[in-house]
């Protein structure tokens, strides 16, 4: 069957480390890849997009990787602050022209002073 | 308007009841999406329209929902006969027709409708 998976627990680290979030994915061939910021209350919010053909996407202190052989894709934040604190959602799409967008269940990231 | 609005903020309603949930994308939105989403999971895709029509509706859990999106703009999602499980944030979403490379797909989320059925 198809699924997407996040990291399943929640993530507490220090101020000023990088956080590392996975989502893996199975029966899938994503055209592209997207994560997502998720406030309580909130609406999710885009952060970066990265297709079947990139390996790496950067933006400010966020870096997204995909592995199209491992089915995987990794999403860090350097130099972490409280302000990160939040659910990162990841989605995938399976049209190179767009369509549903599928999301994991999300990874909770608690960033403490 | 700014934002993808969505109406009522919250709605509780009791079993059995008639519900109606309404978008207002970001004026020049071509495509408009509904997700439903409950406590500690992702979202969940229920349909999607590209204009006036249902581009994919295979997210839609039975046929006590329905949504229209009548003039292209403005979503209305229906549920009849609501039951207990139907309880959830029900988010909508909406595409520009640009948006340049890096942000192709991307969605606009609006802040939900909180949807409790007691």
């Known amino acids: 069957s198809q699924k997407i998976e996040q990291n399943s627990e929640a993530l507490n680290i220090q101020e000023g480390k990088t956080a590392t979030l996975t989502c893996n994915y199975t029966?899938?061939?994503?055209?592209?890849l997207q994560w997502y910021r998720q406030d309580p209350g909130r609406g999710p919010v885009f952060l970066l997009l990265?297709?079947?053909?990139?390996k790496e996407k950067r933006k400010e202190r966020l870096k997204v990787t995909f592995d199209t052989t491992l089915k995987q894709s990794l999403f860090h934040i350097t130099a972490s602050q409280p302000a990160d604190s939040a659910t990162y959602l990841c989605?995938?799409?399976?049209?190179?022209?767009?369509?549903?967008?599928?999301f994991g269940q999300g990874t909770e990231l608690s960033v403490k002073p | 308007g700014a934002g993808v609005s969505q109406t009522p903020s919250n709605k509780v309603t009791e079993k059995g009841k008639y519900v109606e949930l309404r978008c207002d994308p970001i004026?020049?939105?071509?495509?408009l999406y509904w997700y439903r989403q409950s406590l500690g999971q992702g979202p969940e895709f229920l349909i999607y329209?590209?204009?006036?029509?249902?581009?994919?509706d295979s997210g839609l859990p039975n046929d006590r929902f329905f949504a229209v999106r009548p003039e292209g703009s403005v979503s209305t999602l229906k549920i009849q006969r609501t039951e207990r499980g139907d309880s959830a944030v029900y988010l909508c979403a909406s595409i520009p027709s640009g948006g340049g490379r890096d942000r192709t797909g991307e969605l606009f989320f609006g802040e939900g409708s909180r949807l409790t059925v007691l």
């Open positions: 029966n899938y061939s994503p055209a592209y």
């Open positions: 004026s020049g939105h071509t495509a």
């Open positions: 989605a995938l799409v399976t049209s190179p022209i767009g369509g549903k967008l599928i």
């Open positions: 329209f590209q204009g006036t029509g249902a581009a994919d």
């Open positions: 990265i297709r079947e053909n990139e």
